[in-house]
């Protein structure tokens, strides 16, 4: 079982910086591959950025290349996101997820979810 908590999110400006993190709880945080969504209002959840379970690995939406980084720190058993120069477009809840399979997790079919944080970018 793993529980994650994400945190870090909050208001900000255009081109500006927020970097999210999400805390999970077990010892078997290194086995799982580790990704962030995120929903606008009135919008279907989507892939933001995935890293797999070493941290060799990311991928990252087309929309946030470039903008956003990835990374894991696993022995504090946490993954970040860090959203530079944000846009107003950018604004949702950002959602955590585990998932034992890297392309299962790309695909949205994971395991484990945060309750989210909420990003606002405003213009």
């Known amino acids: 079982q793993v529980q994650l908590v994400e945190s870090g999110g909050g208001l900000v400006q255009a081109g500006g910086s927020l970097r999210l993190s999400c805390a999970a709880s077990?010892?078997?945080?290194?086995?799982?591959?580790m990704g962030w969504f995120r929903q606008a209002p009135g919008k279907e959840r989507e892939f933001v950025a995935a890293?797999?379970?070493?941290?060799?690995?990311?991928y990252y939406a087309d929309f946030v290349k470039g903008r956003f980084t990835i990374s894991r720190d696993n022995v504090k058993n946490t993954v970040y996101l860090q959203m530079n120069s944000l846009k107003p477009e950018d604004t949702a809840v950002y959602y955590c997820?585990?998932?034992?399979?890297?392309?299962?997790?790309?695909?949205?079919?994971?395991?484990?979810w945060g309750q989210g944080t909420q990003v606002t970018v405003s213009s």
């Open positions: 890293i797999g379970w070493n941290g060799a690995n990311t």
């Open positions: 997820a585990a998932d034992q399979g890297l392309s299962r997790l790309r695909r949205g079919l994971c395991d484990y």
């Open positions: 077990g010892r078997t945080f290194s086995s799982y591959a």
